[in-house]
């Protein structure tokens, strides 16, 4: 009976502690949440809130939107012990050419937080 007293002890230490480390290091960066973040874009200076990595709208030229993630990666850019990603995203505006843009998302004070654009091409 003892022996199992000092189990369960032990087993809500490690839990508690587990949860204490979690809260420390903030939220874990998932796929989902880098597929469903707002972005600030530099060719259409506008944000968008990605779903499930894509985003559409407008029905005419003018205003037609697409921007989808191409690629990411998640990794600890910034040696903190957190993860964070990087992105590329591509934008279409209407025309035949595809707008690509790289950006990171640093995780910072239990948040993601965008960095600068670098705009990596045009294709057409």
Do not use: W
Not at 12 to 25: E, V
């Amino acid at each position: 009976m003892m022996e199992r007293k000092k189990s369960f002890f032990i087993l809500l230490n490690f839990i508690f502690s587990l949860i204490f480390c979690l809260k420390a290091y903030g939220e874990v960066l998932t796929e989902q949440k880098i597929k469903n973040f707002t972005y600030h874009l530099a060719f259409g200076e506008r944000l968008v809130k990605l779903k499930d990595g894509k985003y559409e709208a407008g029905s005419k030229p003018e205003d037609f939107i697409r921007v989808y993630i191409d690629k990411f990666s998640i990794k600890d850019l910034d040696g903190d012990g957190v993860n964070d990603a990087v992105v590329i995203l591509v934008g279409n505006y209407g025309g035949s050419g595809g707008f690509y843009e790289l950006t990171a998302l640093i995780s910072k004070d239990d948040k993601l937080v965008q960095t600068n654009l670098l705009c990596l091409k045009v294709r057409g």
